[in-house]
């Protein structure tokens, strides 16, 4: 594996369900991209058992659950599907919601100072439900902080809904 133990676990592609994709703000969309980017240029994402990476992930969610479906890296066949109910992201997805409206609106009209005040409170539920999708995932797929990040980012854009 060419020196490296954990080079195959990782993700290698990620579609998001098209079918709770709308249109969404420029700022939205921006996110949405760099999270993707970053998280296919650098993740860390092994689930539970003998399965061989990387992988390819499909992210939806159905019936008031987050459904990941990992499948293998050429996308050809489904590994295992792990489900997660929403009820536990609902508050701070909604209040992560509310703070990014803040701070795209902070960006217009305030100073740097309050930007970055608003922007040091983003970033903390950000990292929050960063860390509760991590703990809800236990046992099922192991990722770092940061994979868990971009993640959460893309969590809360499909709940979005226009």
Do not use: W
């Not at 992560?96 to 040091?120: G, H, R, V």
Request: aromatic share 6%; charged share 30%; hydrophobic share 35%.
């Amino acid at each position: 594996m060419n020196g490296d133990p954990h080079r195959a676990q990782r993700l290698c592609q990620i579609e998001l369900d098209e079918k709770t994709l709308v249109r969404r703000k420029p700022e939205v969309e921006h996110e949405r991209a760099i999270a993707l980017y970053d998280l296919l240029e650098e993740n860390f994402f092994r689930p539970e058992g003998d399965l061989e990476g990387p992988y390819a992930l499909h992210i939806r969610l159905a019936d008031n659950r987050l459904v990941l479906d990992i499948r293998t890296g050429d996308d050809s066949r489904t590994l295992t599907e792990v489900v997660l109910p929403l009820t536990p992201f609902r508050t701070i997805v909604r209040d992560y919601f509310l703070i990014c409206e803040s701070y795209f609106s902070a960006i217009k009209k305030s100073t740097p100072s309050q930007i970055e005040a608003i922007d040091m409170g983003r970033r903390g539920l950000h990292n929050e439900g960063s860390e509760l999708l991590r703990e809800r995932l236990a046992g099922k797929v192991e990722v770092d902080f940061e994979t868990a990040r971009r993640l959460f980012t893309l969590v809360c854009i499909l709940h979005i809904r226009g």
